[in-house]
């Protein structure tokens, strides 16, 4: 992948990602808090812990950093996945958010 291509991909998560934090804060799903600076998006729940996102250019990934650790994805030519578990981002994002709000949340597609 080029790195225009890696840059355009990570982008689009990253923006997908804080919509989906505004759908769930209007619809009252969670009073979740999000800060983006650059290519890092941080989210801060309810309970003070935090999820954070972010691009990671030399290596072509997204790293994830949630209470239970961090994750790294790679771009498998469809989707975001897991560089050890081969997961992919959404299911891995889904648990780690339900985790750390103590409740079911799920990326919409």
Same mark, same amino acid.
């Given at each position: 992948?080029?790195?225009?291509?890696?840059?355009?991909?990570?982008?689009?998560?990253?923006?997908?990602?804080?919509?989906?934090?505004?759908? %769930? &804060?209007?619809?009252?799903?969670?009073?979740?808090?999000?800060?983006?600076?650059?290519?890092?998006?941080?989210? $801060?729940?309810?309970?003070?812990?935090?999820?954070?996102?972010?691009?990671?250019? @030399?290596?072509?990934?997204? %790293?994830?950093?949630?209470?239970?650790?961090?994750?790294?994805?790679? %771009?498998?030519?469809?989707? %975001?996945?897991?560089?050890?578990?081969?997961?992919?981002?959404?299911?891995?994002?889904?648990?780690?958010?339900?985790?750390?709000?103590?409740? @079911? &949340?799920?990326?919409? $597609?």
């Amino acid at each position: 992948m080029t790195d225009s291509d890696y840059h355009a991909r990570a982008e689009a998560l990253l923006r997908s990602l804080e919509v989906q934090m505004d759908d %769930w &804060l209007q619809g009252d799903v969670i009073d979740i808090d999000t800060q983006r600076s650059g290519g890092l998006l941080e989210l $801060s729940f309810p309970d003070g812990s935090k999820i954070v996102v972010n691009k990671q250019p @030399p290596l072509q990934e997204i %790293w994830l950093a949630s209470r239970a650790g961090g994750f790294h994805f790679g %771009w498998n030519g469809t989707a %975001w996945c897991d560089t050890k578990s081969g997961e992919s981002f959404d299911a891995v994002f889904a648990t780690q958010a339900s985790r750390q709000a103590g409740k @079911p &949340l799920t990326l919409s $597609s």
